[in-house]
């Protein structure tokens, strides 16, 4: 068993970091790695299985193995540099689109084939020192081939995206001009999930689905193959304690334990424990303010707050999220003057008045608090 420098085993820590109900780390996984989802949220979708890279990059489609499983596979993202990053506001219908740089970028908004989406400014990108942040809520499921645009910023260039989707593998490229995402869902997705996808395809990492079958149908020895940014895995199944580790070449190897009477769901979910299991993320905390947890708070104290491993894990108001800054709303007077090049007044349109005063709201995120970018952290007293 592995050790940190001090002698202790790292499976101690993670036992602290898994959280058994979301069956993840709560830090994620780490970014050389991926990320096994089910949709708990909607039961029509319990035996499909999503394998999400945590980073960017060209990787090898998710395959059934030489002693093949029997199920399913499909690619629902394809790999792609997006210089932006989607993140999930908690259990709901609502993802955020944040640029990677800073700059003044086109609105994110519909295409001429309408998604049905809602897109609202949450921060407008300035050349100075703010990044474009869009809020998209997804009213439901979008037609095939329709998408949206956004732009985001690489060294300084804009670059113009649109994401378009298939339902159920149908669907045809809109090509409006710009590089094109591809999100391929299902007809039973709900809004919840498929919006975590979205968000996820905003990061432009591959995303692969494995849809399983009950043990009744598998054999032990069995596997599936995937690949994430850093290394090459392969899952394979025992079946009432028995079955022998096909032990591919160039692969680390995830057993899961099956018993004969576990239904598809069963398989999946167990293969989902077995996935996020491997590897675990500790919290990086560097450059973030500190924000004491309340676990019943509500309103802006609970808003806004994303997993810190970024593809997923603890969203909302939950310990280790981090939030978006935020200005309290406010209003500056303006009080009228001259304008020394044409000596025009401010006046009313009828005659001249006193100087006008007038309010005008000065920031775009305007909030009910003023914040910096925080992370939830709970406070312990040790004696």
Not at 155 to 162: A, C, D, L, R, V
Not at 260 to 273: G, L, N, P, Q
Request: aromatic share 12%.
């Amino acid at each position: 068993e592995e050790v940190s420098p001090a002698g202790i085993p790292y499976s101690r820590l993670f036992t602290k970091l898994f959280d058994t109900t979301l069956k993840y780390p709560v830090y994620g996984t780490g970014l050389d790695y991926s990320s096994a989802i089910i949709s708990d949220s909607n039961p029509t979708s319990e035996t499909i299985l999503d394998i999400t890279n945590n980073t960017q990059g060209t990787v090898a489609a998710t395959v059934d193995g030489s002693t093949a499983t029997g199920f399913t596979f499909k690619t629902v993202v394809t790999s792609l540099v997006t210089y932006a990053k989607g993140y999930k506001d908690g259990n709901g219908d609502q993802l955020y689109l944040v640029n990677d740089e800073v700059g003044v970028v086109t609105a994110t908004a519909d295409g001429a084939a309408p998604t049905g989406f809602t897109f609202t400014t949450y921060q407008l990108g300035t050349a100075d020192n703010l990044p474009e942040i869009t809020e998209i809520i997804v009213t439901g499921l979008p037609p095939a081939s329709s998408y949206f645009t956004f732009e985001s910023f690489d060294s300084g260039s804009p670059q113009s995206f649109y994401m378009w989707f298939k339902i159920d593998g149908t669907g045809t490229d809109p090509a409006p001009g710009g590089t094109g995402i591809l999100v391929d869902l299902n007809s039973t997705d709900d809004v919840t999930y498929a919006a975590q996808k979205i968000a996820n395809a905003c990061w432009g990492v591959q995303i692969s689905e494995v849809t399983c079958n009950a043990a009744s149908t598998l054999s032990g020895g069995e596997f599936f193959e995937f690949t994430a940014t850093g290394n090459d895995y392969y899952v394979w199944y025992t079946k009432d304690g028995t079955g022998t580790d096909p032990a591919p070449s160039g692969r680390v190897g995830l057993e899961v334990a099956l018993v004969s009477s576990d239904t598809a769901a069963d398989v999946a979910d167990k293969s989902r424990i077995a996935i996020n299991s491997f590897s675990y993320a500790v919290p990086d905390m560097r450059r973030y303010f500190v924000r004491g947890w309340d676990s019943g708070a509500t309103g802006a104290e609970s808003s806004f707050r994303f997993p810190q491993s970024g593809i997923f894990g603890f969203s909302g108001n939950n310990m280790g999220t981090w939030q978006l800054s935020a200005n309290l709303s406010h209003r500056h007077t303006i009080v009228g003057y001259e304008d020394p090049q044409s000596t025009a007044v401010i006046t009313s349109a009828v005659r001249v008045q006193p100087p006008i005063q007038e309010d005008a709201v000065t920031n775009y995120d305007g909030n009910t608090e003023a914040r910096s970018v925080n992370v939830h952290v709970k406070f312990i007293i040790k004696y």
